[in-house]
């Protein structure tokens, strides 16, 4: 499995960012996806995951601002993330979770700065 996560920049305050993660292989359908982050300094947290019935779980800190959708007839999960603040600030990185078997995409850095 082969994950590729693309879509950060630079946006303002308030503003909006979509990124998008492309996972190779035939177990995408099977699996939970998740986005996660890190800022500089910080651990790895959770941001959103939606599993492969399209259950989804927010972290709190950005709960009502983001969302979280997938396509599986194209293997790819979207964090749509609205409102950013500048503690969204960090590289994101999406995951594939199969089975307890865990892969990471190479991470996208996201700044919210004026």
């Known amino acids: 499995v082969q994950l590729q996560a693309f879509g950060g920049g630079l946006v303002q305050p308030g503003g909006s960012l979509r990124l998008s993660c492309a996972a190779s292989g035939r177990i995408f359908s099977f699996s939970t996806m998740g986005w996660y982050r890190q800022a500089p300094g910080k651990q790895r947290e959770l941001v959103a995951t939606?599993?492969?019935?399209?259950?989804?779980n927010f972290a709190d800190s950005v709960k009502g601002r983001f969302t979280i959708s997938r396509d599986n007839a194209k293997n790819t999960v979207d964090l749509q993330m609205n409102s950013l603040k500048p503690e969204d600030t960090a590289v994101y990185y999406c995951n594939l979770d199969w089975l307890n078997k865990i892969w990471w995409g190479q991470g996208t850095q996201v700044t919210v700065s004026s």
């Open positions: 939606i599993d492969s019935i399209g259950s989804t």
